[in-house]
């Protein structure tokens, strides 16, 4: 493979000074004014609406998107892009039924609103589950395939490229949210931008190998081409159906996977949470309508590469211990850019990568300082130590992820289904915990401690009973579908689904038995009112809603 020539070195460190500088101006701009934690952690009243909703994208694209959701494009097709476009109707129900709830209640962090509603018990494990899902799980994942894939195209070694993914997220992190939120929107124009010349580039690249020329084209072919890589609903004779079964992508557990990620995570609400309402919704819906957008930055190259290998090209670059590998599909397309165009595209990785490890690294530090250490450890503790802390938390967390990010075999699972595979063994019961917890006052501690635990208990359950018990009875329900071996297996998308309506129903009789024996629940506030939208937020909802149908209907 080629790497980054000088040119594309000059380009990468104009975009490393940008970032650096602007986020120095930002930090010294608002330091006066920085006098409490909320401001700290959350830019409290800070950030614009466009600020909120670049943070939200650059937070969330990384490199499991760019390297991940491209390599499942070359294996799978458009309809891995059902993980962009569901998100983006998921953030306009965030939008309008979460946002207010948080907002009115003054809800700053997830543990918080669990204490607040429930008690401090459920709120102190869940902060420390998330503190060792966000370490050991999110950080460490984005750091290592970061590094992986700035290896692969740069020749650098890969620690090294740790070390310096980490020290650049820091510099920016220890700034707090204020510098987070504003240098994300510089981060997210490169990302953007770079991604957006990447797939020119690899339309463009197919369209000559076929005698034709220009994106138009290049798209046409690749739709004659590879037909099969261009539906979004897969039937059960497709190959890649366990990983994304048929219907159950619209309406079973992949809208509690989007709905637990974007309404009931620090790391993406903290971005919205200091602002006020109609802020925060207006920073959302741009948040949605990028979302829209990444499927032709981040999976559209993967069908390319795909379209090309087909045709004869990266036979033996898309090899690993010899088999292919989809995740070398994006970074082989880099390798094949223009001197320049390539340190830019490199710079559009690069952002994605250090943006998600700086909002993962402050959430980390928020709720360490605000949930643990002010709650547990120090409660009397200054405005200005609790800032220290959770500088001294950023620093620890990532100096963590460097250490054991090697020792996680994360490169085996492949990045996205790492971390999909993980967070998932929680987020059925932690959603069903949280939405309940929203909309019912009757709700009870310990029904959502059954729906932690129990949820988490359950879904490990139903990952490894096909290997002790035959399933096939469930198949002409539509839960379990032979794998190669004849054993029947339940979808991860099912399971999720089935693990989520189990963990309701438990909550809702444990919560009526609780109810009936006097226990009190700590209700929170919740009208009607809350829920009423501006006639601008609800056009740009109802055309984001009208675009994501008419995707899935073309591409059905």
């Known amino acids: 493979m080629q790497t980054l020539a000088t040119k594309d070195y000059i380009v990468f460190f104009l975009y490393f000074i940008i970032i650096v500088g602007y986020g ?72 309008i039924f979460f946002m207010p709830v948080y907002l009115k209640n003054k809800i700053f962090t997830m543990p918080q609103y669990l204490k607040k509603r429930y008690n401090g018990n459920v709120a102190m494990i869940m902060a420390v589950f998330w503190l060792l899902l966000y370490v050991l799980v999110n950080l460490t994942s984005i750091l290592y395939l970061g590094a992986l894939a700035i290896s692969s195209i740069s020749g650098l070694n890969i620690t090294l490229c740790m070390i310096f993914l980490a020290i650049f997220a820091v510099m920016i992190t220890l700034g707090g949210m204020k510098v987070i939120g504003y240098t994300d929107v510089i981060q997210v124009f490169f990302l953007i931008l770079g991604g957006l010349i990447t797939t020119y580039l690899a339309l463009n690249l197919v369209a000559t190998e076929f005698g034709s020329d220009g994106v138009i084209n290049g798209f046409t072919i690749m739709r004659d081409k590879a037909d ?24 079973g557990g992949m809208l509690i996977i989007n709905l637990n990620y974007w309404g009931c995570n620090q790391y993406i609400t903290q971005r919205a949470l200091g602002a006020d309402l109609k802020t925060a919704r207006g920073g959302i819906l741009f948040a949605a309508f990028l979302k829209l957008l990444m499927p032709i930055i981040v999976v559209l190259p993967g069908i390319a590469a795909y379209v090309l290998y087909q045709n004869g090209h990266f036979q033996t670059e898309m090899l690993q211990d010899g088999s292919v590998n989809p995740d070398r599909a994006y970074p082989i397309l880099l390798n094949l850019l223009p001197v320049g165009l390539k340190g830019l595209s490199f710079a559009a990785l690069t952002a994605a990568i250090v943006a998600s490890l700086a909002g993962k690294a402050n959430s980390i530090a928020t709720i360490f300082t605000l949930d643990v250490y002010k709650e547990k450890i120090n409660v009397e503790a200054s405005e200005k130590k609790l800032v220290n802390i959770g500088k001294l938390t950023i620093i620890t967390a990532m100096i963590i992820a460097v250490v054991v990010a090697p020792f996680l075999g994360i490169d085996k699972k ?6 999909q595979e993980y967070t998932g063994f929680v987020s059925p019961g932690v959603f069903a915990m949280f939405i309940l917890g929203f909309f019912w006052k009757k709700t009870t501690s310990n029904a959502a401690l059954f729906a932690t635990i129990g949820g988490f208990i359950l879904s490990i359950i139903f990952k490894f009973m096909p290997a002790f018990v035959d399933l096939s009875f469930l ?61 601008s937020f609800t056009v740009g909802m109802l055309v984001i809603v009208a675009v994501t149908a008419a995707l899935y209907t073309v591409f059905w």
Not at 228 to 251: E, Q, T
Not at 502 to 520: A, D, T
């Open 24 to 95: 120095f101006w930002i930090y010294n701009r608002k330091k006066k004014a920085q006098t409490s934690s909320n401001d700290y952690f959350l830019a409290e009243g800070s950030l614009t609406w466009w600020a909120i909703g670049a943070s939200l994208i650059a937070s969330n694209i990384s490199a499991e998107q760019f390297i991940g959701m491209s390599g499942s494009g070359f294996k799978m097709g458009l309809a891995i892009a059902t993980y962009e476009w569901m998100a983006a109707i998921t953030l306009v129900i965030v939008a």
């Open 414 to 419: 492949g990045g996205f289904q790492y971390i």
């Open 228 to 251: 099969d890589h261009f539906h979004m609903i897969f039937d059960k004779s497709n190959p890649n159906y366990m990983d994304l079964p048929g219907l159950s992508v619209l309406i």
């Open 475 to 535: 198949n002409p329900m539509g839960f379990a579908v032979p794998n190669a071996d004849g054993v029947y297996e339940i979808p991860f998308i099912d399971r999720m689904g089935f693990v989520f309506l189990i963990c309701v129903i438990g909550m809702y009789f444990i919560s009526i038995y609780e109810n009936k024996k006097g226990v009190q629940t700590n209700g929170l506030e919740v009208d009607k009112t809350m829920f009423k939208m501006s006639p």
